[in-house]
């Protein structure tokens, strides 16, 4: 059996892991926290850092292929592993390129890829009065779910800015946001799923939900379809991407980011589509044929978050009342400790009508709630 | 978090496992092999003996709740454990009732659930010229995948009949067989899924595949769904039941077999339903409103099986040609070595068309192959 290791033992990790069940693999995973949700679903657990090179290299060592299930990975140690013949996905210079926002803005820039304007800055200094604001700051590295990113709105701001390697781009007036996960083997063939509405709340200002496949006019989904798998192609990797764009209100489409590994925005296809996301990249990593990403049905996904003000053991109020709806699919990750904005699962909808997955995804978003048992 | 336990480690302790990655529960296996195809899957594998009742019973002190995925496993323990207050799925007494097929049958006709004629014996001196030929002849204890199980065609066969507690059936003359999945929980509440058609090869008399629903009169469908239901409520036990019927050539539908857990011919429901089997025996044991067990789609399974002449490190001959057809979902049980007859896993296929299925199911049996690699 193929030895197959995950670097991170978060909820990627475990649905990566539900997907293994299907397939004759030998699964390690490696994760500081031996009681982390991926922990108990391999066959090897490591503890161990995997941000430390000795962890991540002799981790490597013991596995035919490896992954990550978060960037924040030790890149040297991958190179080295790569370079001594390990198959790892994605390729640990397009992590590399990936994990700095300066190198990820400046390859869309130089492979023509549309993006948002953008400046790179050393420190708070390089922001000067000539920029276009409002802007968005964002940290080259270290940033991470929102974490590391700030808005400018204007020169008088200017004391929030980072006094860090940067990149501040220019603020887009985004109409949409689209997400397109694409798989790609190691034969360079590719596989791209249906795109995803990221639906946000407008005055929140929060994701409400996501919809999958996006409602939206075709020449706008053939343009995300299109540039998303320019931006996956010029990456040059296997392995499974997402790519996160912006539509503007004069009907531009501009990558947002990119994520070189199974993501939150993908998780609508471990129902909705014959091959998941995560069945994806293990058929890339077993070198199996690439699955089938058509919709069974359409779907939503609304997110398990944290509530404010409660941090300790999670309860889930108001499980009973969704685990009573048709069609509805219940994931929770398993996190013994909810936080405020912590991902604690997520519920997936599936229907042929878009009105009933947005009612669903709304009644949802009422009824549950992630609180702790000692609030 | 709830601790649950499940006493054996096989495939379809696997895929519970699978089903239990979505909920919030600390999962324990029983299996005296730490290699079984459970047991990387589980907070908490015990290495232990399911027929001795001092494992079991220790065992069973551990958790809060305990299912079975195989009913050989020591009843005294359960009933004590039952006893002292420990919830299990199913009851002892119904698992005992199942266990012996004297007591099933007698249950059946004292129920009026219509059932072949049968006698019981306790030797083969009891099987007499004036019973009805040709007869099967089932073991009352031990009996397993059709081990346990003759056909005696006459009366001069009668040298091949078991000297042991057995139950003689008349040969059903069957026109069809087919399965009737049904969760109950503790309120008794009930959910049924669609019914399942049972498809042999008529030349080799072995299960060439499954389909669900049955494409049968609805006189039939509804007869086998009524005759189910009654089976279940019979048996007075929360849990998950798998009631397998005779179709004869008169349109009678008669009660073949009960399994009191999730079972081979419900497996489709991983995809085919909104709720599986294994999602739904989780919502009992957790306390949780049952699944919606309407069909997504239609839905055929073949199962992987042994090659005879093949014993060792499992080979599968022919995945990559199944992984590149559209609809199709591999599950390989993770089985170290294959023997000839021994289920290595299964394929579902999903279409709206049942001719696509059957299609699909009879290629799916000409293309793969469980072989070992030193064959």
Redesign the interface.
Known sequence: ?VKAGILGGGQLG??L??AA????VE?FVMENDPECPAA????HFIEGDIKNFDDVYKFGKSVDVLTIEIENVNEEALLKLEEEGLRIYPRPRTLQLIKNKILQKNFYKEKGIPTSEFIVTQNAGDIKQNITFPAVHKLATGGYDGKGVIIIKDITEVNKAFNLPAVLEKKVDIKNELAVMIAVNDKKETAIFPVVDMVFDPLLNLLNHQICPADLPEKIIWKAEAIALKVVKDLDSPGIFAVELFVDHDGNVLVNETAPRVHNSGHHTIEAS?SSQFDMLW?IMLN??L??T?N??KAAIVNLIGEPGHEGE?L?EG??EI??M???????Y?K?VTKPGRKMGHITV?SNEKQELIHKANQIKHILFVKSINA
Do not use: W
């Open positions: 059996m475990r649905m892991l539900q069940i299907n397939y004759p699964t108990h679903l391999c066959h014959y058929r199996y044929p699955g089938n058509e069974i049905m999670a889930y499980l009973d685990l009573s048709d069609n509805v699919f219940v994931h929770i398993g013994k599936l």
